[in-house]
């Protein structure tokens, strides 16, 4: 069964500091790695996604994430946070064997500090 | 494309009364999935279409709730009768079909239902 353990459910950053945002995939079959941003009172918007190819894998407003099998981890991080990136994330996996249905991780609320 | 459309985007009923939520998917997309997030429990999939049929259901918390896909551009997701329990954000989302593997899931802004 596959699952996504996200460590840190409230991470806070000073703006312009760099933030990561951990992500642990559990899979027995090559993943497909999503993730989410949730703004309040919003649907959940797709930042990025690994499917295959490149490892890195840059997303919308200066996000990134890296794919590491030997680590089972898809990190997203960006350099220098901005007050507009407060919200909720959310990391997301699915496999190509499956239905499609996207199994989420608990979620990191991001703070960002003056 | 107008994206995701989920109705209303608030609902506030009485225990015991039925409750509808509406999803109109984005055009073409053929997949269809059913969310419901709580703070305790965060983002559960409580069933998806496939083409219009229901490929899984066994996120459906208990016989209280159904969903129907009467055609490709229409989903509902009922609750009869409601139960404060029941309070949470509804999120509808679809999905294209990729022979190349999955594709990523375009959300619906959410129904908020709180059952009083």
């Known amino acids: 069964a596959q699952s996504v353990t996200q460590l840190g459910s409230h991470v806070s950053v000073s703006e312009g500091a760099l933030v990561l945002l951990r992500c642990n995939y559990s899979?027995?079959?090559?993943?497909?790695l999503f993730w989410y941003v949730q703004y309040p009172n919003q649907g959940l918007q797709l930042l990025l996604k690994?499917?295959?190819?490149?490892?890195l894998v840059k997303g919308i407003n200066g996000f990134e994430a890296e794919f590491k099998k030997s680590e089972t981890s898809f990190h997203l991080t960006k350099p220098s946070a901005h007050m507009s990136d407060a919200a909720e994330y959310f990391c997301?996996?699915?496999?190509?064997?499956?239905?499609?249905?996207?199994?989420f991780g608990s979620g990191t609320q991001l703070t960002v500090l003056p | 494309d107008a994206g995701v459309i989920q109705s209303p985007r608030h609902e506030v009923t009485e225990m015991g009364q039925e409750v509808t939520l509406r999803c109109k998917p984005i055009?073409?997309?053929?997949?269809l999935f059913w969310y419901r997030q709580t703070m305790m429990r965060g983002l559960e999939l409580l069933i998806y279409?496939?083409?219009?049929?229901?490929?899984?259901d066994s996120g459906m918390p208990e016989d209280r709730f159904s969903a129907k896909m009467p055609n490709a551009s229409f989903s509902t997701l009922k609750i009869q009768p409601s139960e404060p329990r029941d309070s949470a954000v509804y999120f509808c989302?679809?999905?294209?079909?990729?022979?190349?593997?999955?594709?990523?899931?375009?959300f619906g802004q959410g129904t908020r239902l709180t059952v009083v």
């Open positions: 989302a679809s999905s294209p079909t990729n022979n190349r593997g999955p594709r990523e899931a375009f």
């Open positions: 899979s027995s079959v090559p993943p497909y």
């Open positions: 690994y499917t295959t190819g490149a490892t």
């Open positions: 997301a996996v699915t496999f190509s064997g499956s239905a499609r249905q996207l199994t």
């Open positions: 055009s073409g997309h053929d997949y």
């Open positions: 279409f496939n083409n219009n049929v229901p490929i899984d």
